[in-house]
């Protein structure tokens, strides 16, 4: 099972930001679609954002206008900014490859690691 490897994240108070890395080998990164999941603690994994190789994205409802998902082909890199932090976006959060088709995600088998945002003041 292929491990994509995260970073960013950390501790940051309500209204800041923080921008998540995502970085995968070629072959998953150019073959997949990628999205960004998290779990808070007590709750099921909820799927933030996903973007697909025509930069096509989709947001959760409660992330959008304030969080943004990208990629760069050539770093095999996604990224989410996160803006305008919220209490509630307290989570582990957690890259996916995958596909996405008609605005809907079936996760593939290699996530990354998993990295903890706290929002807290």
């Known amino acids: 099972q292929v491990q994509l490897v995260e970073s960013g994240g950390g501790l940051v108070q309500p209204g800041g930001s923080l921008r998540l890395s995502c970085t995968a080998p070629?072959?998953?990164?150019?073959?997949?679609?990628m999205a960004w999941f998290r779990r808070a603690p007590g709750k099921q994994r909820y799927l933030v954002a996903f973007i697909d190789h025509r930069d096509r994205t989709h947001y959760a409802d409660s992330v959008r206008g304030r969080f943004s998902i990208s990629s760069d082909s050539e770093a095999h890199t996604v990224y989410l900014q996160m803006n305008n932090l919220k209490p509630e976006d307290t989570a582990d959060y957690y890259c996916?490859?995958?596909?996405?088709?008609?605005?809907?995600?079936?996760?593939?088998?290699?996530w990354g690691q998993g990295i903890p945002v706290t929002v807290s003041s």
């Open positions: 996916n490859s995958g596909i996405s088709k008609n605005g809907n995600w079936d996760p593939g088998a290699s």
């Open positions: 070629s072959f998953i990164f150019n073959f997949y679609d």
